[in-house]
């Protein structure tokens, strides 16, 4: 079931707006494009986020990254730029089928 449920641990924040976030990280558990993400808003409410960009170096895109490599994964989705994540922040999801 590992490969269902991805894990990252942000290293840094580096870009929010209203329906993106990027952030690098490192990977704790297997990520896959696709991958939906759940957090709380400042105010507490749900945030839901896609992930639709794995890039493990600037012009390098991939489809999943593992363990323990690092990325720069950017998500969309409304409310992205109220999520409070911050360096050292595990952050975690659902995987899609493969």
């Known amino acids: 079931m590992e490969g269902l449920h991805p894990a990252v641990q ?5 870009t929010t707006d209203a329906d993106l ?3 690098i990280v490192r990977c704790l558990a297997t990520t896959r494009l ?4 759940h957090g709380l808003s400042r105010r507490g409410q749900a945030v839901d986020l896609t992930l639709t960009e794995i890039s493990r170096y600037p012009q390098v895109r991939v489809t999943e990254v593992h363990p323990p490599h690092g ?3 950017v998500f969309t989705g ?5 999520l409070q994540l911050k360096a050292g922040d595990i952050f975690r999801g659902i995987n899609p089928p493969t």
């Open 71 to 73: 990325a720069r994964l």
């Open 78 to 82: 409304a409310g992205a730029q109220d």
């Open 34 to 37: 696709g991958a939906h993400f």
């Open 21 to 23: 976030l990027a952030v």
């Open 10 to 14: 942000i290293e840094q924040v580096d």
